[in-house]
């Protein structure tokens, strides 16, 4: 039984073939209704799925809906009205530039969307998907810590590991959040302290994510940059969905690792907002 909806705004025919498959899936895991919303000049419902290149069989059961006006504007107004659970849109291409994300249909979404934002890599299969590995990069913080929970649940819909990866980095660059808890520097006792250190974290993480949502749990660390760190991991590791936090800031120097993520990914990338 459907209870709520899930968005899928599209303009061009990659548009839908690429992001369906992941939106439907992520319908079944949430029982939402995928409803397909295209916004540009009206027509007809035969003529919107020749434009969108997709068969009857592949749109039977979907809700098609059409929109004008300000195409960010128009999806952020749908996904207001049928309280939409998520929005699942093609990622971003265009070069990273500071300026880009306030200029852009998808940076305009997730900064109004009411629901997490799900952006798929337009080189992505077009054939069915499934999530078995949601990779939550987590620097410690206060912040990166709330993306747990939604996560978890995502993970735990679909019977799937959440796999947390701590990045630490240069001690430069390291967080300054209050209440961070990071990879000590040096560990005395490593065949000691190592696993004192693992076992704390996963509880921490799995306390703030609510123990009874998460299923299989595992710790991986990476050092580096975090962008890079993340995008590595993900390419050489068997990943079907990358999840993160974000307070609403277009700072450069908080948004440039998270739109470098979501453009440079090979997989699905849900960004939950965690600010006000």
Request: with cysteine; aromatic share 4%; net charge positive.
């Amino acid at each position: 039984m459907s209870t709520g909806t899930l968005l899928v705004p599209v303009e061009r025919p990659l548009h839908a073939t690429t992001a369906l498959p992941v939106a439907q899936e992520l319908g079944r895991l949430k029982a939402a209704t995928v409803v397909l919303i295209h916004v540009g000049e009206p027509l007809n419902r035969g003529e919107l799925l020749d434009r969108l290149s997709l068969s009857p069989e592949v749109a039977h059961g979907l809700v098609i809906e059409q929109c004008t006006g300000s195409p960010a504007d128009a999806i952020v107004r749908e996904a207001v009205v049928r309280n939409a659970k998520l929005i699942v849109m093609c990622a971003p291409t265009q070069p990273d530039s500071l300026v880009f994300p306030l200029r852009s249909v998808a940076g305009n979404v997730l900064r109004m969307a009411p629901c997490p934002v799900v952006f798929v890599p337009r080189t992505h299969s077009r054939e069915s998907w499934a999530l078995h590995r949601v990779l939550l990069p987590h620097d410690g913080t206060p912040t990166s810590a709330l993306a747990i929970a939604p996560a978890a649940d995502l993970a735990s819909r679909a019977c799937a590991e959440l796999l947390v990866l701590h990045v630490s980095t240069p001690s430069s660059k390291r967080p300054t959040e209050p209440g961070t808890f990071v990879m000590p520097r040096y560990l005395d006792q490593p065949q000691h302290g190592w696993p004192l250190w693992t076992r704390e974290f996963i509880d921490r993480v799995r306390g703030l994510g609510h123990a009874g949502n998460i299923g299989e749990t595992r710790l991986v660390v990476a050092h580096g940059e975090v962008e890079a760190a993340i995008l590595d991991f993900a390419r050489h590791n068997p990943t079907d969905m990358i999840a993160l936090a974000w307070r609403g800031n277009f700072a450069p120097d908080r948004a440039r690792t998270m739109w470098g993520v979501i453009r440079q990914a090979i997989c699905p990338v849900i960004v939950f907002r965690v600010g006000p």
